[in-house]
């Protein structure tokens, strides 16, 4: 027994030594040899003609700095993979160049190397297209599964922001936004900024037309004695003798909140809550009203405006699920409704035989499929990553997604392409709906969700 | 092969909205409407010419409300 220990004592001594002084083969998966290829060390084929002794060595002096650089490339992997805000946006379409994105393709994996590099060189070209042209819905889509809705919201108004600017700088005339009662509110710019002076705003309140730019004669006969001043009341009279008050004139009824454009601009929020029923026209007042509301006091809320697979606009704001989810998270009433009135934020569902829902279909698989993935593949995105970032979008579920985060809310959205005959054009005109925040009929498919759950409409 | 496949797809899906306007195009020809002094249709002819018209008109509403979904798209409604 005890000759059986000593021989199995010495077995095993002597396979360390052996192990010990025996060559370490090339492992890319290991930390230090991804440290050696970043640094530039070694390859392969140098690695390989190293004594075992001084593989080692080689290996012991850098295991600490590469655990360290390892946990930092995918500490900051982690940070860009998150959806950017404008800041961000700005700082990784910069920052992110060939050296940076090599790290990640080294230390973190080829796959998210790839999927860096493509969401840098999209959001690069949307931020160069959105100075110079502005972003439409469908870039707003392309750009939905990296950047927040704010940032998107930010994106959509820089064009508008950069003529403003531009306009300015060449002396011309602002104007809003190009709707009706905004184009209204240029009656009130009386010239360039620079040329406003006190009495020009002065008149702007009391209503005097005169603008004080003639030259005034003084000639002798204007100056004889009891003459007046061209222009003046007499010396000593009050400049009104009664003061009277007249009413503004009513509005004609039929013309209250009334537009006469073809095309409309209704979208907005509607707020139901116990205490009565509020809607907004800015995403950020029904954020900030929706903020300071109690828990549990929102009975229905209705996004109303375009939508995309994934994602609700209302006018310059969007809402996707993890933004809706968290501004409503705890306000919704038990059994409360969450309505996005947009096209397409829901799933397509499954097969039909209304024709009509047919038709909404194969339009969205051709406009939130096709029709990008064949401008991803004429930009030279790779056929798989283009596949497979389409493929995963133009059907996404805003409503389900949204259930998911607020959990016991009943959340429905429109698995079609939604037709509201307010909108039409022309119609809008006989309505005089332009500026409308709510639907009223859509003609759509609906589906409700409750914690990811189909359920029946409300 | 994945961009011919679907390139196909497009294609068919393009083509989908204009089969009931073709095939509508078709079944009217196919049963004209009665001239004078022609024999009256026969119950088979009349179905067929209606089931014609329905493809038709049903199929240019279709185009109709297609061209109105590309317009919401491109954010013009």
């Known amino acids: ?458 | 092969m994945t961009d011919l496949y679907y390139i196909l797809e497009t294609i068919l899906l393009v083509a989908a909205p204009f089969v009931p306007v073709a095939a509508g195009v078709i079944l009217r020809r196919k049963f004209p409407a009665a001239a004078e002094g022609a024999p009256p249709p026969t119950p088979g002819q009349k179905a067929g010419r209606l089931v014609g018209n329905l493809l038709l008109w049903c199929g240019i509403a279709g185009l109709l409300f297609i061209v109105i979904v590309v317009l919401n798209f491109k954010g013009k409604i």
């Open chain 1, 1 to 458: 027994m005890r000759t059986i220990k000593i021989f199995l004592t010495l077995f095993m001594a002597a396979a360390g030594a052996v192990s010990a002084a025996a060559a370490v083969p090339w492992d890319e998966d290991r930390p230090e040899f991804k440290f050696f290829q970043e640094k530039g060390h070694y390859d392969e084929e140098a690695w390989d003609k190293l004594p075992a002794e001084e593989q080692d060595n080689a290996l012991k002096t850098v295991k600490e700095a590469a655990l360290e650089r390892q946990a930092a490339v995918r500490k900051d992997y982690a940070a860009a993979s998150r959806k950017w805000d404008a800041q961000q946006a700005r700082y990784y379409a910069d920052a992110l160049n060939n050296r940076e994105l090599k790290a990640v393709y080294l230390w973190v994996g080829s796959a998210e190397g790839h999927e860096l590099a493509h969401k840098a060189t999209v959001v690069r070209s949307m931020l160069d297209k959105a100075a110079a042209e502005g972003i439409k819905d469908s870039d707003a889509q392309a750009l939905a599964p990296y950047l927040t809705p704010e940032a998107i919201t930010q994106l959509r108004s820089m064009k508008f922001a950069a003529d403003l600017a531009q306009k300015q700088k060449a002396g011309i005339k602002a104007k809003g936004p190009g709707s009706q009662s905004t184009a209204k509110l240029d009656k009130f710019a009386a010239g360039a900024a620079s040329k406003m002076d006190a009495g020009k705003l002065s008149n702007l309140y009391t209503g005097s037309k005169a603008s004080g730019d003639a030259a005034v004669e003084l000639s002798a006969g204007a100056l004889k004695a009891g003459g007046k001043l061209p222009g003046s009341a007499a010396p000593n009279a009050t400049a009104a003798k009664t003061v009277k008050y007249i009413p503004p004139a009513a509005l004609d009824e039929a013309n209250k909140a009334k537009s006469t454009a073809l095309t409309s601009d209704a979208y907005g929020v509607t707020l139901e809550t116990t205490e009565g029923t509020k809607t907004f026209r800015k995403t950020a007042d029904a954020d900030a009203a929706i903020k300071k509301l109690p828990p549990g006091s929102v009975k229905k809320i209705t996004f109303y405006g375009h939508g995309s697979p994934g994602m609700q606009m209302v006018g310059e704001g969007s809402y996707d699920s993890g933004s809706a989810a968290e501004l409503l998270k705890g306000k919704m009433a038990k059994g409360g409704v969450i309505q996005f009135a947009g096209c397409n934020t829901a799933s397509i569902g499954g097969a039909t035989l209304n024709p009509a829902v047919g038709i909404s279909m194969v339009a969205r698989r051709l406009l939130y499929f096709s029709l990008p993935y064949f401008q991803d593949r004429a930009d030279g995105v790779p056929a798989a990553q283009a596949k497979e970032q389409w493929e995963k979008g133009w059907n996404a579920d805003l409503a389900q997604e949204t259930s998911m985060g607020v959990k016991g809310a009943i959340v429905c959205g429109y698995r079609t392409f939604g037709l509201v005959p307010g909108r039409l054009p022309g119609v809008t005109a006989l309505l005089g709906n332009q500026e409308a925040t709510t639907p009223g009929y859509v003609a759509g498919k609906k589906a409700c969700y409750q914690d990811g759950k189909e359920v029946p409409v409300p």
